[in-house]
């Protein structure tokens, strides 16, 4: 089993600051790693694959990077629309493991 | 275009059986090469993955579910679905159904249910 740890559980910020976001895995996931926002009412919505490449209609201020075990989402300045909860997510096999989420407040 | 969504009971007693069913439209599910998933999010909380299937009924479910997990496919409906067994009030939660990202999309594929909230009450 692999373990996603995010951190921080919560992050409070201003519209325009930019926001940096880790997952760490107990074990190396290689790239393989997602990033998801979720906002209140709604099903999670797929932001980066494949560790560092934005899925589709995603905007340029999202990024990711990382590899093996330690991964970072930045949001470069953030827009109203961003305050949500991102989950990180590895798939292997078929199994599913989600990170338990880090939210973006505003501060 | 491709969609999912969930139906079942909203309320279920304790001890008995949660049944969920996704409805998939823009694709055959006899013939299609995507998996298919339930994920569950209890209110407040993470998202939990419970189970996979393939088009041809390979299940994968999660360790902690196991015992009480049974997932299936109708392709005559163009359904899959959920059984939980033996609920409890912690089975409480937003029950989606999805597509895992995988190499068949790239790992980029994003298709979700809207949810169906689920609350074990008696």
């Known amino acids: 089993e692999i373990v996603l740890t995010q951190s921080p559980a919560t992050l409070s910020l201003s519209p325009g600051e930019r926001a940096t976001l880790s997952c760490r895995a107990s074990?190396?996931?290689?790239?393989?790693l997602a990033w998801y926002q979720q906002k209140p009412g709604q099903a999670p919505r797929l932001l980066i694959y494949d560790a560092s490449y934005r899925a589709t209609g995603i905007p340029a201020r999202f990024s990711g990077s990382g590899s093996g075990t330690d991964f970072t989402l930045i949001i470069s300045s953030l827009e109203a629309e961003d305050f949500a909860v991102y989950y990180c997510?590895?798939?292997?096999?078929?199994?599913?493991?989600f990170g338990q989420g880090t939210k973006v407040e505003i501060k | 275009q491709l969609q999912l969504q969930e139906s079942g009971p909203g309320l279920v007693k304790p001890s008995e059986t949660l049944s969920l069913t996704c409805t998939v439209s823009?694709?055959?599910?006899?013939?299609?090469?995507?998996?298919w998933a339930w994920i569950r999010q209890p209110p407040g909380k993470g998202l939990e993955w419970i189970g996979t299937?393939?088009?041809?009924?390979?299940?994968y479910y999660s360790p902690s579910l196991k015992s009480r997990v049974t997932m299936s496919v109708d392709t005559s409906k163009n359904q899959f679905s959920l059984k939980l067994n033996s609920v409890t009030a912690t089975d409480t939660a937003l029950y989606y159904c999805?597509?895992?990202?995988?190499?068949?999309?790239?790992?980029?594929?994003?298709?979700w249910g809207h949810g169906t909230l689920v609350t074990v009450s008696s």
């Open positions: 299937i393939s088009s041809r009924g390979s299940t």
């Open positions: 823009g694709d055959s599910i006899s013939s299609s090469r995507y998996y």
């Open positions: 997510q590895h798939r292997y096999n078929w199994v599913w493991e």
């Open positions: 074990q190396s996931v290689g790239r393989y």
């Open positions: 999805a597509i895992p990202p995988a190499d068949y999309c790239n790992n980029r594929c994003d298709y």
